[in-house]
């Protein structure tokens, strides 16, 4: 207990910004808002993390300010209008575009158009919600002691690849932890009960529903596939961790319970890939061992994340039909490009199955294409050599298959280096 508590002490110590840092957002907004306010004709709330007060240090700190408009239609467009002429700025791709800009080295604000409205369930997009989450949570929150416990919770999931809501990540999001730990109340009951997690947890802070089999009734299918279903407490139609995977879910679980067998300083700590190190791991127990980098051609943010995500699952998939793949891993960069690593152990042989023996013209062409074959279930199958590497393989790979690559907006495969078992 007694680690425990200096552990976080210390954690919160480094994870929390500087007095400093937190003036200096402030005089920032404090003069770009006004001008922002007075050319978007618009009301203008900060939202997100320094809002509620639960902002952790990062090298670079994005600061969320959400432009409410009474109409729905062309929010971006009017938004784009106001920025122009005032500062330069960037357009992100999203379920309406967003616009970010650089206010000073470290410190960026994202500008967010949503519609107005009087209920959450006039929200035609979840940002039209942040307006209501952040009142919630400034209402809920009443002590110092819950910000600080959302913190380390934060830090927590984002140093160890579980922090975001984005499609290549499938983690918790900012809010979704806000809530959880006024549910839990500490840092630490939160990662207790969430490690011993088996089924699937149902979650209702404000008692919306009067049981579980209401929860289950009344949200939609799609809602119910995450391994904790949070009611969102401004909509109750609304499952605040949607996005959660059983993958990202069953990983955090795994840290949590190493943290607390053993609590350290370095669980708060986001830590580089060595991939040199992961290498020389490889060659050691006798893998084949490739570094990739995927690019896409399509805009940076969850929308490039989440196509170069899907093609390295199904490069796995791919992989797969030859090779073990003992572990492997993936890095976004934010931008339009992310490395993949993959150690595998070549399976030397497979199974190859052919058409039924009954399809005679298929079968010749099967028996003509494969020297070592026999009969199963009324269906022929050939035994094939793999006297391949895992470098060799995704050369070949890449070759036969451009036209998917750019059907799945991949727009390169390198690999930056590899290693093969002799």
């Not at 407490?233 to 949590?256: D, G, H, I, M, Y």
């Not at 199963?376 to 298959?401: D, H, P, Q, T």
Request: proline fraction near 2%; include cysteine.
């Amino acid at each position: 207990m007694e680690k425990m508590k200096k552990v976080l002490k210390e954690a919160l110590c480094e994870i929390s910004p500087s007095s400093k840092e937190l003036a200096e957002i402030k005089k920032m907004l404090h003069e770009f808002l006004p001008n922002l306010k007075k050319r978007v004709g618009a009301d203008v709330f900060v939202g997100g993390s320094f809002a509620k007060g639960t902002l952790i240090k990062k090298e670079r700190y994005d600061i969320d300010i959400f432009v409410r408009f009474e109409s729905g239609e062309e929010l971006s467009e009017r938004v784009a209008r106001a920025l122009k002429g005032l500062v330069d700025y960037e357009v992100l791709k999203g379920s309406r575009d967003y616009f970010r800009v650089r206010a000073s080295e470290k410190i960026y604000f994202e500008i967010v158009p949503v519609k107005k409205i009087s209920r959450p369930s006039q929200a035609e997009n979840v940002t039209d919600l942040s307006y209501f989450h952040v009142k919630y949570l400034k209402k809920k929150i009443k002590s110092k002691k819950v910000l600080d416990q959302i913190k380390l919770a934060k830090a927590f999931c984002y140093a160890n690849g579980c922090y975001g809501a984005e499609s290549y990540i499938k983690g918790f999001s900012g809010y979704s932890l806000e809530l959880l730990l006024c549910y839990y109340k500490t840092f630490e009951k939160f990662l207790k009960q969430l490690s011993e997690v088996k089924d699937k947890l149902i979650i209702d802070i404000e008692k919306l529903y009067k049981n579980k089999s209401l929860v289950m009734m009344d949200l939609n299918s799609s809602k119910l596939e995450s391994p904790i279903i949070l009611i969102d407490p401004t909509f109750k139609q609304r499952n605040a961790l949607a996005c959660l995977s059983e993958q990202t879910f069953r990983e955090f679980q795994k840290v949590a319970k190493r943290f607390l067998r053993n609590p350290s300083l370095s669980y708060f700590r986001k830590k580089e890939i060595n991939y040199q190190k992961i290498k020389n791991q490889f060659v050691k127990s006798g893998c084949d061992y490739v570094l990739l980098k995927i690019r896409t051609n399509k805009p940076k943010g969850d929308i490039a994340g989440t196509k170069l995500m899907k093609f390295y699952r199904h490069l796995l998939k791919e992989l797969e039909k030859y090779f073990e793949i003992k572990k492997s891993g993936f890095s976004y960069d934010g931008e339009n490009s992310a490395l993949a690593y993959l150690g595998a152990k070549s399976k030397k042989e497979i199974v190859v199955q052919g058409p039924f023996v009954r399809d005679k013209e298929n079968l010749l062409k099967f028996r003509q294409a494969h020297r070592e074959t026999f009969v199963k279930g009324g269906r022929i199958f050939a035994k094939e050599k793999v006297g391949f590497s895992l470098g060799e393989f995704l050369k070949e790979w890449k070759k036969k298959n451009a036209k998917k690559m750019r059907d799945m907006s991949i727009s390169g495969l390198k690999i930056e280096d590899e290693s093969y078992s002799h």
